[in-house]
């Protein structure tokens, strides 16, 4: 993957690290989803994605978990917050599994 691509994602992890994880989440499961757990998943292949070639395990969790934000989000847009932080997440799984 080109530089800029890896810059890409790096910066936007570095801005993503900063943003606390809404405490709206913990309470709601959407669509019968554990929001922490679909966070904790994403955010693991991201930072591995950051350090090297994804194996077929995590290529295949970037995958199920970007289709799981998109079932999710029209169930957080009651809560602008919680849609923005998986919105931002789902587009770092994106990059991440481009590499």
Do not use: K
């Not at 029209?74 to 990059?95: H, I, K, M, S, W």
């Amino acid at each position: 993957m080109s530089d800029t691509h890896n810059d890409q994602l790096d910066t936007r992890w570095q801005g993503f690290l900063g943003l606390p994880f809404p405490q709206s989440c913990y309470l709601r499961s959407p669509v019968g989803e554990d929001l922490v757990l679909l966070d904790s998943h994403l955010a693991g292949c991201v930072s591995a994605a950051l350090t090297g070639p994804l194996d077929q395990r995590r290529r295949a969790a970037l995958r199920t978990g970007i289709a799981t934000v998109d079932r999710i989000l029209p169930e957080l847009a009651d809560d602008p917050g919680a849609a923005d932080y998986f919105t931002r997440l789902r587009e770092l799984a994106v990059l991440a599994a481009a590499r």
